[in-house]
């Protein structure tokens, strides 16, 4: 069954300070993987994308890397801000014949703080 | 560039009545775009994959005679929630894909409608 789970679920931590949220897959084909930031009431946006053949992409203060052998992703943002707090959901997509399909992580939820 | 905008950003409608949303890709030619749900604390379910000029195709569970979807030209895709009930309250979100991104086949998003049926 294809499958994202991400970890924690729900993560507070204060301003300043650096945080790792996890992302594991059972998805198949795998085509790339996503991770996106939602803020409370409005859509996705998108942090990273990264292939197969990719295992770390930066953005800014996000760092997204990925193991395709675990099937593991992890999202890194360094020196937390205020306005980090959000929702940030992982998202694998699949390959169905000549179309490609999005399947939604849950998401965890971080509350950065002072 | 990539720009999606949804129309209305919010909608207090009363129980039996319809309403649409409106999906537009600002800055790009979008042939499939996307709508999404969401309720509280859950993550974005797919409804129906929508492509310009052509039937939406839904997923397994979602009504198409209830989830009305018009995708009429490359920029404009609309959903209409016909005979609303409360039930249907929820966050609607539409998403496009922009062609010629090879691998990637990047989807953008809107910024949700939020609709209460009252």
């Known amino acids: 069954k294809n499958q994202v789970e991400q970890s924690p679920q729900s993560l507070i931590i204060l301003e300043g300070k650096n945080c790792t949220l996890q992302?594991?897959?059972?998805?198949?084909?795998?085509?790339?993987l996503r991770w996106y930031k939602q803020d409370t009431g409005r859509g996705p946006v998108s942090l990273t994308i990264m292939t197969f053949s990719e295992n770390t992409k930066s953005n800014g203060r996000y760092t997204a890397t990925l193991d395709a052998d675990t099937k593991q992703s992890s999202l890194h943002i360094t020196a937390s801000q205020l306005s980090d707090s959000a929702s940030y959901i992982c998202v694998v997509s699949r390959l169905t014949g000549t179309a490609s399909k999005l399947t939604f992580g849950t998401g965890t939820r971080l509350q950065v703080t002072l | 560039g990539a720009v999606v905008s949804q129309h209305p950003s919010w909608v207090i409608c009363k129980s039996g009545t319809s309403v649409k949303i409106e999906c537009r890709s600002l800055d790009f030619q979008a042939t499939t775009m996307f709508w999404y749900r969401q309720f509280p604390k859950q993550s974005l379910m797919l409804m129906a994959t929508?492509?310009?000029?052509?039937?939406?195709?839904?997923e397994q569970g979602v009504e198409k005679d209830k989830f009305l979807i018009n995708h009429a030209s490359l920029t404009l895709s609309t959903l209409t929630v016909t005979s609303a009930h409360p039930e249907d309250s929820s966050f609607y979100i539409c998403?496009?894909?922009?062609?010629?991104?090879?691998?990637?086949?990047?989807?953008?998003f809107g910024p949700g409608t939020r609709l209460t049926v009252l």
């Open positions: 992302c594991n897959y059972t998805v198949s084909p795998f085509s790339n």
């Open positions: 998403s496009a894909r922009r062609p010629g991104q090879g691998q990637y086949n990047e989807q953008f």
């Open positions: 929508s492509n310009e000029g052509s039937k939406a195709t839904y």
